[in-house]
């Protein structure tokens, strides 16, 4: 099944009701579940020793009462297709075992009051009074329930407790998580009748528009819509999209965590979108079918090299070749050829770090040294860049072995501790009962 079969998932957008998932699929596990999103409580243990529990017995100790509801909102990873969602291209993201976990109890009154647990912050606030934070993290919170009222919903104050195993900045998308995961509670608390695509949507404007990050929509596609052991191809200018299978017990995906930070809205994040809608717009004057770099192939941009300036070009070329790859990828998961998908990889962060210019010595420093590694067949910085982590697939058996060659070459480097994840493809967003 080719790249043409996307079309035949965008009807699956449906309603966030008791009928969209009826089984939670963690690698060797598999727990079938009654509606609406059930998950038997003498479970948790086989998949989490610490979450959900940890936030819900800390939600009871700082509110007097136990939770209404309890969501988890995974993180992702990108297999392929950087910075190709906003320029309408496609990309290959998947949801991951590690994610956000809520705590929440609607309110009686217009009160809100949300409480960060890894960070050990509360926040309190007004529904009527929504405005940014001198703290930051309560905004992805806020953003949400500003959309909401934007659009004429009414939600009303809400007591939230938050925590996970999913580390904020490291490109794993934590911030689709806290919008995605808060938004479904939001909807079952409040009766608002969202559909999926709703949920992704609103998510989406609220990091653009209260946030201040003009990021695309595949995280929070992603988020909402993860399947386990599939990732999403998903066309980011018609939203259709088709799974693909990830399952090969011969390689895993091992994240290394540079431990670099950075605050994308303080970042090279918008001027990079910038440059592309600068490209885009220079080409339009000559070719006015093209809507986004989406519409200009490779061979396009390198045959109207003149037309574009430094550094738009570069960022027009890394587009282009990006969009290309992600097909090629696909190609790969459907016949199981798991060394072109690595070299795909290798060519992904080759132009990220030269075309697109969003890597950092950390991340470069990672990829080359497992060049000289037989035992992985690719890598690839993962996320908008500047820090964050690399994504590498590794033969299984050789995944203890690979983690502690890099690990003390990156201490050696750099002083400093590399923390590894191996992750899994899991489902999308879901409340526990």
């Known amino acids: 099944m080719g790249l043409n079969g996307i079309g035949r998932r965008k009807a699956d957008l449906g309603v966030f009701d008791a009928a969209c998932v009826r089984s939670f699929y963690i690698k060797k596990f598999a727990f079938f579940t009654d509606p609406p999103f059930a998950f038997p409580a003498s479970n948790y243990y086989l998949c989490r020793q610490v979450y959900p529990d940890i936030v819900i017995e800390r939600f009871k100790r700082h509110f007097g009462h136990a939770p209404e509801l309890v969501v988890r909102a995974p993180g992702r ?6 910075h190709t969602d906003y320029n309408a291209g496609l990309v290959l993201p998947a949801a991951i075992d590690k994610a956000v976990y809520f705590a929440v109890s609607p309110r009686e009154d217009t009160q809100l009051d949300f409480l960060a647990l890894d960070l050990d912050a509360q926040y309190r606030g007004d529904l009527r009074q929504l405005a940014p934070s001198d703290a ?17 919903h009414r939600p009303g104050g809400v007591e939230v407790v938050f925590g996970g195993d999913l580390p904020p900045g490291a490109g794993l998308s934590s911030s689709a998580a806290l919008e995605t995961g808060f938004l479904y509670a939001l909807n079952q608390l409040f009766h608002l009748g969202l559909f999926k695509q709703d949920v992704i949507k609103i998510a989406r404007q609220a990091e653009n528009n209260f946030v201040g990050t003009q990021c695309g929509i595949m995280d929070m596609f992603a988020a909402v819509m993860g399947r386990a052991d599939r990732a999403i191809c998903l066309d980011c200018r018609s939203l259709e999209f088709d799974y693909y299978p990830f399952e090969t017990q011969d390689y895993a995906l091992v994240l290394c965590d540079t431990g670099v930070r950075r605050r994308l809205g303080d970042s090279a994040y918008n001027k990079r979108r910038a440059e592309c809608e600068t490209g885009v717009a220079l080409l339009q004057e000559y070719f006015p079918r093209i809507e986004s770099l989406r519409d200009t192939p490779p061979e396009l941009i390198r045959a109207e090299r003149e037309l574009l300036p430094d550094p738009v070009y570069q960022r027009c070329l890394y ?17 199981g050829d798991w060394r072109a998908l690595g070299a795909r990889l290798y060519e992904s962060h080759a132009g990220l770090r030269d075309l697109y210019a969003v890597s950092c010595p950390e991340l470069d420093f990672l990829v080359a040294q497992t060049l000289d590694m037989p035992e992985v067949a690719g890598a690839r910085m993962m996320g908008a860049g500047f820090g964050g982590c690399t994504l590498n697939l590794i033969q299984t058996e050789a995944v203890g072995d690979c983690i502690h060659k890099l690990g003390l070459a990156y201490r050696k480097a750099f002083d400093r501790e590399l923390k590894t994840h191996t992750v899994q ?5 879901l409340a526990y009962e």
């Open 319 to 335: 587009v282009a070749e990006e969009i290309a790859r992600v097909e090629m990828a696909c190609a790969d998961l459907e016949t």
């Open 425 to 429: 493809l899991s489902e999308g967003v």
């Open 136 to 152: 930051g993290w309560p905004d992805y919170l806020l953003g949400t329930l500003s959309e909401l009222l934007r659009k004429g």
């Open 77 to 82: 990873i990108n297999l392929i297709g950087e």
